[in-house]
């Protein structure tokens, strides 16, 4: 086995995860990866039904892996499901923010602002608050907190102007604090995936807060799986920003380069 491949298998034993989003998708993902490379975990979701699951998707015992029915866009969820996490591990090494929602639908199409505000709560003050709640823990383990963005955690896409605002507050937010707490020992990773096959579309909602589910094609997207194992990567090497597809990484460059070639690429065409 290469040096690599023996840092890869190794740096995740014993370490103490906290996942959100794990009902399904990436963060479901995220902890069965994690189970097999033998971290802890401690998984959240609001689906109590798919979080008992992942003892059968694992075989993990109790004393690998625990879960917690929480809403985190509720500060004090967030502080409960940190004082669980503590209660049956000890401590917190490693935190990783994927819970989030999408909205698609034009910003005048909407009968009120209160959706597209609404959708900072699953995608922004999550965030905020499990950094807040975890610091304190992950600054005496020098730990690690990721976060699951996306495209629009960087470029500004037409029809979804409030799924884009919450994910730039994201990237700004984890920028920021990353200044302040790299002195304490604890980095942060934004990884920014492209489409990935989750229950994201199907739970999509339009500009009115209404359910608008969006199918997938045949077009060619990563799996969840995939992208867990990407995440993984990231965390492993503690890269600051990472942009998963060449597409994300060609509209990121194309925005900063030309941006007024950038407007008319991604104008709504009428």
Not at 30 to 46: C, W
Not at 217 to 231: F, H
């Amino acid at each position: 086995m290469s040096s690599t491949s023996r840092e890869s298998s190794s740096h995740y034993a014993d370490k103490v995860a906290i996942v959100t989003g794990a009902s399904s998708g990436i963060g479901q993902a995220l902890v069965v990866q994690l189970i097999a490379e033998g971290a802890q975990v401690f998984a959240v979701g609001r689906d109590a039904e798919r979080l008992n699951s992942l003892y059968g998707l694992t075989n993990a015992p109790v004393t690998q892996l625990a879960t917690g029915q929480f809403d985190v866009q509720d500060e004090a969820a967030c502080r409960q499901l940190v004082e669980s996490c503590l209660s049956c591990f000890g401590r917190i090494d490693l935190v990783f923010c994927n819970a989030g929602r999408a909205m698609k639908g034009a910003f005048l199409s909407a009968n009120s602002p209160l959706p597209s505000t609404g959708i900072m709560r699953t995608n922004y003050d999550s965030v905020v608050y499990l950094a807040f709640y975890t610091l304190p823990y992950l600054i005496h383990t020098q730990g690690h907190i990721t976060v699951t963005g996306g495209i629009v955690s960087h470029v500004g896409l037409p029809e979804f102007s409030a799924y884009c605002a919450s994910k730039h507050a994201v990237r700004g937010f984890i920028e920021s604090l990353r200044r302040e707490v790299t002195a304490e020992g604890v980095t942060l990773t934004l990884v920014s995936p492209d489409t990935v096959r989750t229950a994201v579309r199907a739970n999509m909602q339009d500009a009115c807060g209404n359910p608008d589910p969006i199918p997938y094609g045949d077009e060619k997207v990563m799996s969840a799986e995939q992208c867990a194992g990407k995440i993984l990567d990231a965390t492993r090497r503690k890269k600051r920003d990472v942009l998963l597809s060449t597409r994300a990484r060609l509209l990121n460059l194309l925005q900063f380069a030309f941006p007024g070639l950038a407007q008319k690429v991604l104008a709504i065409r009428h």
